[in-house]
C-alpha cells in the first residue's frame, strides 16, 4: 500500500502516534540533558545556564577512577568476548558436532536470564573458586578488576555470537569452498575470505559488547572489589546517598558514550547490507 492510498485521518493518527512514542522514548533524556547545565543544587530545578557540574566532574577524582576502571573492563572486556563470541558463531554455523544442540541454547542462556540471577550466579562462582583455590594453593584471591571482565565477558559473548552469526548466515559458503580449491588451508580461508567478510558483523558485536559492559550496574556491583568500582556502580551509590546536579552531568556523558557506540553499530549493520545488495546486483 503506497503513502498516497491512505486516507488523511489514518495518515494523522499514524503521524500522532509516532510523535507520542518519540516523546515518550526522549523527553527523559532531553530533560536530563537540560538540567544538567542547571545553576540549582536541586536536580530537578531550573537556575540559570552553567557549566559548573561539569568542571566538579572533571576535578573529581573518584569520579576520573571509577571511569578509568570502566574504560579498562570494557576494552578488555570486549576484545575476549568478541574472539570467543566470534569462535563460537563459527562453530555453529560452519560445523556440525555431538551437544550441538545443548551448546546452542546455553549460549544464549545470559540474553534471556534477568541480571540478577546472572550476577547471583557469577557471585557464587567466584566465591567457591576463590575458596579453593586458597584450599589447594593457599592464595587469598578476592574480588576485583578480573572477576569485573570474567562476568562481563560471559554475558557479552552471547551478544557477540548473535551478530556475528547473523552476518555467517548471510554469507556464500562457496567462497571458502573456492578458496579451498585453490589449496588454501582452513586458516588461510579464514583470514582472506572469511573474516574480511564478517569483519562488519564482528566490529558490530564488539561495539554492542562494550556498550554493554560500559552501562552494566547489577553484575558488576555483585563481583566488584575494593578499588574496582566502575562508573554506573558509582553513579548507583551516588543515588542512594541523596540525588546531585552532579548525577545528572555523569549521566548526559555516560548517556553520549552509550549513543555513539550504538551509532556506530548501527552504521556498520546499514553500510553491511547496502554492500549485501550491491554484491547481489
Request: glycine share 8%; aromatic share 10%.
Given at each position: 500500500?503506497?503513502?498516497?492510498?491512505?486516507?488523511?485521518?489514518?495518515?494523522?493518527?499514524?503521524?500522532s502516534?509516532?510523535?507520542?512514542?518519540?516523546?515518550?522514548?526522549?523527553?527523559?533524556i532531553?530533560?536530563?540533558a537540560?538540567?544538567?547545565?542547571?545553576?540549582?543544587?536541586?536536580p530537578?530545578?531550573?537556575?540559570?545556564f552553567?557549566t559548573?557540574?561539569?568542571?566538579?566532574?572533571?576535578d573529581?577524582?573518584?569520579?576520573?577512577?571509577t571511569?578509568?576502571?570502566?574504560?579498562?573492563?570494557?576494552?578488555?572486556?570486549?576484545?575476549?568476548?568478541?574472539?570467543?563470541?566470534t569462535?563460537?558463531?563459527?562453530?555453529?554455523?560452519?560445523?556440525?558436532?555431538?551437544?550441538?544442540?545443548?551448546f546452542?541454547?546455553?549460549?544464549?542462556?545470559?540474553?534471556?536470564i534477568?541480571?540478577?540471577?546472572?550476577?547471583?550466579?557469577?557471585?557464587?562462582?567466584?566465591?567457591?573458586?576463590?575458596d579453593?583455590?586458597d584450599?589447594?594453593?593457599?592464595l587469598?584471591?578476592?574480588?576485583?578488576?578480573?572477576?569485573?571482565v570474567?562476568?562481563?565477558?560471559?554475558?557479552?559473548?552471547?551478544?557477540?555470537?548473535?551478530?556475528?552469526?547473523?552476518?555467517?548466515?548471510?554469507?556464500?559458503?562457496?567462497?571458502?569452498?573456492?578458496?579451498?580449491?585453490?589449496?588454501?588451508?582452513?586458516?588461510?580461508?579464514?583470514?582472506?575470505?572469511t573474516?574480511p567478510?564478517i569483519?562488519?558483523?564482528?566490529?558490530?558485536g564488539a561495539?554492542?559488547?562494550?556498550?554493554?559492559?560500559?552501562?552494566d550496574?547489577?553484575?558488576?556491583?555483585?563481583?566488584?572489589?575494593p578499588?574496582?568500582?566502575?562508573?554506573?556502580?558509582?553513579?548507583?551509590?551516588?543515588?542512594?546517598?541523596?540525588?546531585?546536579?552532579?548525577?545528572?552531568?555523569?549521566?548526559?556523558i555516560?548517556?553520549?558514550?552509550?549513543?555513539?557506540?550504538?551509532?556506530?553499530?548501527v552504521?556498520?549493520?546499514?553500510?553491511?547490507?547496502?554492500?549485501?545488495?550491491?554484491?547481489?546486483?
Open positions: 500500500m503506497s503513502g498516497r492510498s491512505i486516507a488523511p485521518t489514518t495518515r494523522w493518527l499514524l503521524r502516534n509516532s510523535a507520542l512514542v518519540i516523546a515518550f522514548l526522549y523527553a527523559p532531553i530533560l536530563l537540560v538540567y544538567s547545565f542547571s545553576g540549582s543544587r536541586i530537578g530545578e531550573w537556575g540559570g552553567t559548573e557540574w561539569y568542571a566538579r566532574l572533571f573529581d577524582s573518584r569520579i576520573q577512577k571511569i578509568g576502571v570502566s574504560v579498562r573492563v570494557a576494552l578488555v572486556s570486549t576484545v575476549i568476548a568478541t574472539v570467543l563470541g569462535m563460537s558463531a563459527l562453530a555453529l554455523e560452519r560445523f556440525k558436532f555431538r551437544g550441538r544442540r545443548v546452542d541454547a546455553l549460549l544464549y542462556l545470559p540474553i534471556i534477568p541480571d540478577v540471577t546472572m550476577a547471583v550466579m557469577m557471585l557464587m562462582f567466584f566465591t567457591q573458586a576463590f579453593l583455590v584450599l589447594l594453593f593457599g587469598g584471591l578476592s574480588k576485583g578488576f578480573a572477576t569485573i570474567v562476568s562481563h565477558v560471559a554475558f557479552n559473548i552471547a551478544f557477540v555470537s548473535v551478530v556475528v552469526r547473523a552476518r555467517i548466515a548471510g554469507m556464500d559458503a562457496t567462497l571458502e569452498q573456492a578458496a579451498a580449491d585453490l589449496y588454501a588451508n582452513r586458516w588461510q580461508a579464514f583470514r582472506y575470505v573474516l567478510l569483519a562488519p558483523g564482528v566490529l558490530g561495539l554492542l559488547a562494550i556498550t554493554l559492559s560500559l552501562d550496574v547489577v553484575v558488576t556491583q555483585f563481583v566488584a572489589g578499588g574496582s568500582t566502575t562508573l554506573p556502580v558509582y553513579v548507583f551509590s551516588l543515588i542512594r546517598k541523596g540525588v546531585t546536579p552532579t548525577i545528572n552531568a555523569v549521566s548526559v555516560m548517556l553520549l558514550a552509550s549513543l555513539t557506540l550504538v551509532a556506530g553499530s552504521a556498520l549493520q546499514r553500510a553491511q547490507a547496502v554492500r549485501g545488495r550491491t554484491n547481489s546486483e
